[in-house]
Every structure is written in C-alpha cells, then in structure tokens.
C-alpha cells in the first residue's frame, strides 16, 4: 500500500507543478493584455496637447535673431506661455469644423502666399512623425495688419484645432514677414497620415480673413505624424517562473515525462 501510495506521489506532484506554471504564465498573459487595452484606451482618450515655438517675424532682438515664444496648448488654447509679444491675445474658444465652412469668410485682401512643412523628428523610426516645423507667409493689400493664426489637423473633412499663434503684423506682400512654427506633439495624434489647415484671422476683428489647405497646397496634405505616445521601441519580455529555487524549466519538463511513463507501465 505504502508503494503504491509513493508511486501515486511521484506521478502526480510534477504534473501539478507543471500545471501550476502554465497557469500562472496564462495568468501573466492575460494581465498584460489588460495593461495594454488600458494603455491603447488611455491614448485614445487623451487631449490634444502641442509644445510649439514660434519665430515672431516683425520682432528682432539684438544680435539680429528673431523673437522666440515658447508655449504649450491644450485643444488650440495656450496653457503656458513664455512671450513678450506686445499684443496680447483674447481668444475666442476654437471649435472644430468643415473645411466648407471654413472657407465660407475668405477676405480677398488677405491671402497665404505659401506654406513650407519640413519633418523634424521620428523616435522609433516607423514613418510617422512627432515634431515638424511649419511655415507661412501671410500677405494682404493694406500696409499692415495685425493677425493670428490657428492651425487645425484632419484625417477627413472635419479640422481640429491645435495651435494658435500670438498676434504678429503683416506687411503688404512682403516676404520677409512669415511665421515659423516649430510643432511638437505631445498627446491626442493616433499614427495616421493628417491634413493641416492654417486659418488666418484679422487681430482687431477676430474674423477669418484667409484659409489655405491641402487642396491648395501640397506641402500640407498626407502629413504622417504620430504625437509622443505613440513613439516607443518595442522591447520582448521575458517570463521566468522558478520553484523551490533549484527546477527549472528543463528539470520540470523531464519530470513531467518520468511521470508519465511510470503511469504507463
């Protein structure tokens, strides 16, 4: 009795060991599952948040460079501002819209001569972009004007704001007045190929005064960017389970089969 009693021990104990490691690596898998719908949701769920620096193009410092205005913008509305711009900016809430109505208020006295988008960073190396400076050069028929400009992005034909500028002044068809934006995307830009539009607005008004686009120009159409949190590098984990410090997964496996033999016979 007390034989087959041993024999019922050591045919057992290394299948519930076994047994016991393969559910507790099911139950590792399941929980890093749910870590990542978490992670995938949260992203999701995340707002639009852009650091940008701005080149103001009529306010010149000493040794010649331009001003820089560092800022950082939740949905288009600045949340940190470091300017000494001489205009303050009272914004009106921004709110997305239909590239038809955005171009229902164009003034012929104000028009964007062009628009340059040059790519500045990709962290992880898979095509889509977190940073990318944005240029533009705004003229109009009067001597000068004060404007601001509210960029929006799109994957179809409804904009979302994500940055506006401080008040600058544009002078006739000069080319020498654009404004330099260097864009980084903190939040709230899933990896997709994007359209950017830059809507002009008179400063003294807070009328829409010029749009331009990817059907007007190429350089802001099929954009692929990516914001921050979505830049990572993949890495393999590795899953070790040990027990009574001394069985790896070798010696348990071996087990495993001596156990299953001696059933057999």
């Given at each position: 009795?007390?034989?087959?009693?041993?024999?019922f021990l050591l045919a057992t104990t290394p299948k519930a060991i076994v047994f016991a490691s393969i559910f507790a690596l099911g139950c590792v898998s399941?929980?890093?599952?749910?870590?990542?719908?978490?992670?995938?949701?949260?992203?999701?769920?995340?707002?639009?948040?852009?650091?940008?620096?701005?080149?103001?193009?009529?306010?010149?410092?000493?040794?010649?460079?331009?001003?820089?205005?560092?800022?950082?913008?939740?949905?288009?509305?600045?949340?940190?501002?470091?300017?000494?711009?001489?205009?303050?900016?009272?914004?009106?809430?921004?709110?997305?819209?239909?590239?038809?109505?955005?171009?229902?208020?164009?003034?012929?006295?104000?028009?964007?001569?062009?628009?340059?988008?040059?790519?500045?960073?990709?962290?992880?190396?898979?095509?889509?972009?977190?940073?990318?400076?944005?240029?533009?050069?705004?003229?109009t028929v009067y001597l000068s004007a004060p404007i601001y400009a509210v960029i929006y992005t799109s994957t179809s034909d409804v904009f979302t704001p994500?940055?506006?500028?401080?008040?600058?002044?544009?002078?006739?068809?000069?080319?020498?007045?654009?404004?330099?934006?260097?864009?980084?995307?903190?939040?709230?830009?899933?990896?997709?190929?994007?359209?950017?539009?830059?809507?002009?607005?008179?400063?003294?008004?807070?009328?829409?005064?010029?749009?331009?686009?990817?059907?007007?120009?190429?350089?802001?159409?099929?954009?692929?960017?990516?914001?921050?949190?979505?830049?990572?590098?993949?890495?393999?984990?590795?899953?070790?389970?040990?027990?009574?410090?001394?069985?790896?997964?070798?010696?348990?496996?071996?087990?495993y089969l001596l156990a299953c033999r001696r059933l057999n016979v």
């Amino acid at each position: 009795m007390k034989a087959s009693k041993n024999k019922f021990l050591l045919a057992t104990t290394p299948k519930a060991i076994v047994f016991a490691s393969i559910f507790a690596l099911g139950c590792v898998s399941a929980s890093t599952l749910a870590n990542n719908k978490t992670s995938l949701d949260d992203k999701t769920s995340q707002d639009v948040v852009v650091k940008g620096i701005e080149y103001q193009p009529n306010m010149v410092r000493e040794d010649g460079s331009n001003l820089k205005v560092k800022k950082q913008l939740k949905d288009a509305t600045p949340l940190v501002a470091n300017s000494t711009a001489s205009t303050q900016l009272t914004l009106s809430k921004k709110t997305p819209l239909l590239r038809e109505s955005a171009r229902s208020n164009d003034d012929p006295d104000f028009w964007i001569y062009d628009s340059f988008v040059t790519f500045t960073a990709d962290l992880d190396y898979d095509g889509y972009y977190s940073s990318f400076t944005l240029e533009f050069d705004v003229d109009t028929v009067y001597l000068s004007a004060p404007i601001y400009a509210v960029i929006y992005t799109s994957t179809s034909d409804v904009f979302t704001p994500f940055y506006t500028t401080e008040v600058y002044n544009i002078n006739g068809d000069n080319t020498q007045d654009a404004i330099i934006i260097e864009n980084q995307l903190v939040t709230g830009f899933p990896s997709n190929d994007y359209e950017l539009m830059v809507m002009i607005y008179d400063a003294e008004t807070d009328e829409v005064v010029a749009v331009a686009d990817g059907t007007d120009d190429a350089d802001l159409a099929i954009l692929s960017l990516e914001s921050e949190n979505y830049e990572y590098v993949e890495t393999v984990e590795v899953v070790v389970i040990e027990h009574g410090g001394a069985l790896g997964i070798g010696l348990i496996a071996g087990l495993y089969l001596l156990a299953c033999r001696r059933l057999n016979v």
